[in-house]
């Protein structure tokens, strides 16, 4: 699937946060500080360089389904005819797969081999999902 180009408007430290090549990347900001924003820029480029299977995660299923993955929708919408609500999963036509989970059951990511993770909110995780 070609993404097309889009034009955002982001922070220089939000800039550094996607661009960002270490094995690990934080956005740390306070409240509406565009956290999950730069969260679903920073997937959808995991996406189009097609690093492989991903994994999109927030702290509980309600806030992964009015938050995190509403965002993701609305910013990228190409992808929402790939996303299969009962699998929790996007599975992309290159068939690579995004899995879409909530850490309030920390489990449901055992076993998944991905490249690829957006934790939004992860501060406010199980303990066991950060283990």
């Given at each position: 699937?070609?993404?097309?180009?889009k034009?955002?408007?982001l922070?220089?430290?939000?800039?550094?946060?996607?661009?960002?090549e270490?094995?690990?990347?934080?956005a740390?900001?306070?409240?509406?500080?565009g956290?999950?924003y730069?969260g679903?820029?920073w997937a959808a480029?995991?996406?189009?360089?097609?690093k492989?299977?991903g994994?999109i995660?927030?702290?509980t299923y309600?806030?992964?389904?009015s938050?995190?993955m509403?965002?993701?929708f609305e910013?990228y919408?190409?992808?929402r005819?790939y996303?299969?609500e009962?699998?929790?999963?996007?599975?992309?036509?290159?068939?690579?797969?995004?899995?879409?989970?909530?850490?309030d059951?920390p489990?449901s990511?055992?076993?998944?081999?991905?490249?690829?993770?957006?934790?939004?909110?992860?501060?406010?995780?199980?303990?066991?999902?950060l283990?």
């Open positions: 699937m070609e993404q097309k180009q034009e955002i408007t922070h220089k430290k939000q800039l550094e946060a996607i661009k960002g270490k094995q690990f990347t934080l740390i900001a306070g409240v509406r500080g956290k999950t730069v679903a820029h480029k995991q996406i189009a360089e097609k492989g299977h994994i995660a927030a702290p309600a806030m992964l389904q938050a995190t509403q965002t993701f910013l919408p190409e992808y005819p996303y299969k009962q699998k929790k999963e996007i599975d992309l036509p290159n068939g690579k797969k995004i899995f879409c989970r909530s850490m059951a489990l990511t055992e076993g998944i081999t991905a490249e690829w993770v957006w934790g939004d909110e992860a501060g406010q995780y199980n303990n066991l999902a283990t």
